[in-house]
Structures are given as C-alpha cells and as structure tokens.
C-alpha cells in the first residue's frame, strides 16, 4: 500500500543553488498566469506592480515580470534598493531593455495603488531575510501593502513573516508562491498556494525528505 | 493579449508578415546582443533554450506514444553551447520522467559546461562512453535521438571526429531524430542533399535559413526575446499560444 507522505515543509531555503540558470529561469512566473488569468483582470489595462526587494528574492520579481510582459501582461517595477551583484544588475537591465517601467517611489496613498493596477507582486523578502530587523524602506512597504485592496502574491515567503512562523500582523497575501518546497510558516496558509520550480535533483528530495507531489505533465508548478 | 482584436478593430486589413529565416551572421548578431546590450547571462539563455527544447520533446514525443517498454532517449551533445542545450534538455527529460541517456564525446572545459554535465551526473542521467556502430543497438535501445551536436556556428564543412563518424551513424538509424536548432552536419543557411533527415526540427527563437523547407515537425522554441530585437531583426515571430514557450510552425 502506498502512503503519499505529506507534503514536509522546510524550514529555510537552505540549499543554495546559485547560479545565474536557476534564478534567471525560475519557472514559478508561469503561475501568476494561474492565479490571475488575463481575462480575469478587473482593470482595462493588464497592469501589475511588482516590489523587488535588494537580494535573490528581488531578482526573482524583476525575472518574473519579464515573463510576464512576454505574456503580455503590463508589469511595473518598484525597486527601491538595488544590489551591487552584477547578476542583479543584469536582470535589472533585462527589464528595462523591455520598457518595462520602474517606479522611482511608492505612493503612500493607498487608492492610487488600488486604482492603477490589478495585483501587487511581493517579490521583497525570501526565506533568509532578517524579519525582526527590516530596515527602510522595506517597514514602510509593508505597512502601505497592509492597507491595499487589490491582491497581493507573495513570492516564496511573505515578506515581513517568519519564515517559521505564520504571522499575526504582517501583510495578508491571497496567492503564495513557495519555490522549490514550501516554508514553515506557510503550514496554515489560507490563501491560493502554489509550489513552483520542478527541477530539483530527486537525491535532494530524498534527502531532505521533502515528499514533493507529482508535477502534472509537463507543468512546472502545482497548485497545494 | 488581443492582437486579433486589435488588427480587426483597425478598419483596413492587415497582412501578417511572414516569419523570418535567418542567416549564420544574424544568428550570431543576436545571441551577441543578447549577451552585451541586453545582459543575458550565457548559462541563463541555454537554460531558457534547454528547458523549451525538452518541451518540444513531450510535445512531438509524448510519453504515451513512445513504442518501447521505457521511455529512453539518447541524447547525442557537442563540446559547444548546442550541446550545451542538449544537457539541460536531457536533464528537464528526466523531470518529465523519460529516462535519457547522454553522449558526450567531447567536453568543453568551459566551466558552464561542465556545471551542466555534472547537474545530469548528479540527476542520475547515464552517460555512454562510445556508440555502437552497429545501428540495430540504437534501434533496439531508445525511442529517438536528440541531435544536440552542431549549432549555427558550427563551421559544417570541416567537422572533426568523432562527429562525422556519428553523422554517418545518425544516417542509417530507424528511430527519429530531434535536431537542436539546426540538424548537425547541414549548412546553417542551405537545406541539406546528403545530410542527417531529423523528423522534428527545434528551432531555437527563430528558424534558420536552412530550415525553409523543412518538411518535418518544426517547432519553435524559446519565448524570451526582447520586443527591441523582434523589430530590429524584423523577426515576425508568429504569437505563442497562452503561456507556451514554444509552437509548431
């Protein structure tokens, strides 16, 4: 008899994969497409505002909205800290070489991000940011964020959690997007969660034990 | 989105532009443009290329369809970026559970490439270290082949061993070839008389001259290219359907 063992969330991304191919062609932008099909977008434009943050998360978020305007979508940057790593840079030029626009602040008043786009992707913090100790303007965002009413989608980890520990009083996003294995404090995630980036060598599934579920077909990403 | 709509909405009937074959030198224009203005990393592009390339597989070959008892695949790669692409195809085959096989017989020591070889050693992706001549054991042994050996770039005329002995192979199998980019051994902008006879063709973010008439399943792969560059090259990429990284032509 075969037990499908539960699916075991880690307790930090501790593998470090490295390497300009895994982060460059994280395949969990496919999803955003999931979560939020075009048609199904409130705005007249396909708008989405995407936070990057100064370290690999944020390197996600500027890959991510690549794909997303090759999709067709209309994705805006807010990348208030930009890494020194040249591997950051290039992604950074990436995005501009296609138009996609950069915001050079983030509205405070909330309504204006309510109003100009559909969806904010939280591409800020991963699994091995210092949540206890944010420094700005990362504590402004997330305050901002708290207040919004269109959807947010977390990349990895909610920005501003534990990554142990569901949070009481930090951001609530609808979509969470865990890459490669889901964290902790996602145990009890209510919202829409997806498990992205099927490409991870099985002796480290089994290693850690992480009982990934069966990927349909050819899909990169699953919804849990 | 609605580029339909849109052209339709438009009173006047528009003509689509017919997609554009390209030339050995603006093949190489590109992927340069890429790399320097546009800050694509190298490991970054093939990972795009490889992955759409072992997409197109599923798709011409899906597992169902495969006559054999296990899905095996050989994966025939070169010492340069074409094999390069093959690795990382071989290696997303084995996420979509075919069991592939790599032969490799020449590795570049560029550090990429051995990053990619060992990323397949460590995937449990067996490696041959010579292919029979005799034809049959291929036959009897996988469901196709993946020519990942010679890309744009590569100078067809003046081909070194190991890889003419392997064209010569590659000519008297029974089972399929899937081509990378460009069928190994042909003109990158002349279709071949004599050379290897693919059955699914891979063309790599634009079809290449040689590729007009190909008489296969042709397929088109790798949904990454800069709008700024599909114009400069007036390349008409034709659209991808929903959030596919690849077509059929």
């Given at each position: ?20 191919g895994s982060t460059a ?32 998360n944020g390197s996600i ?164």
């Open positions: 008899m075969d037990f499908v063992e539960e699916l075991r969330p880690t307790s930090s991304c501790s593998t470090n994969f490295g390497g300009q062609h994280q395949p969990f932008l496919y999803d955003n497409p999931k979560a939020f099909p075009l048609s199904s977008l409130a705005k007249k434009q396909p708008t989405v505002l995407v936070i990057c943050g100064p370290d690999q978020g500027l890959v991510c909205a690549r794909h997303l305007r090759m999709y067709e979508y209309e994705p805006t940057i807010y990348h208030p800290q930009r890494s020194s790593q040249s591997l950051h840079q290039d992604f950074t030029v990436q995005c501009e070489k296609m138009d996609i626009p950069s915001l050079s602040y983030l509205p405070t008043e909330v309504q204006l991000i309510n109003d100009a786009y559909n969806l904010v992707i939280d591409a800020m913090m991963g699994p091995d940011a210092d949540c206890a100790n944010l420094r700005e303007p990362y504590p402004g965002i997330l305050v901002t964020l708290k207040q919004i009413k269109i959807p947010i989608a977390s990349v990895d980890v909610p920005s501003g959690w534990d990554v142990e520990e569901p949070s009481q009083d930090g951001i609530n996003p609808e979509v969470l997007i865990s890459l490669t294995a889901p964290k902790k404090c996602a145990i009890s995630f209510s919202g829409k969660h997806f498990l992205a980036g099927r490409f991870l060598p099985y002796d480290i599934q089994k290693k850690y034990d992480l009982n990934l579920p069966d990927y349909p077909g050819t899909d990169c990403l699953i919804e849990l």
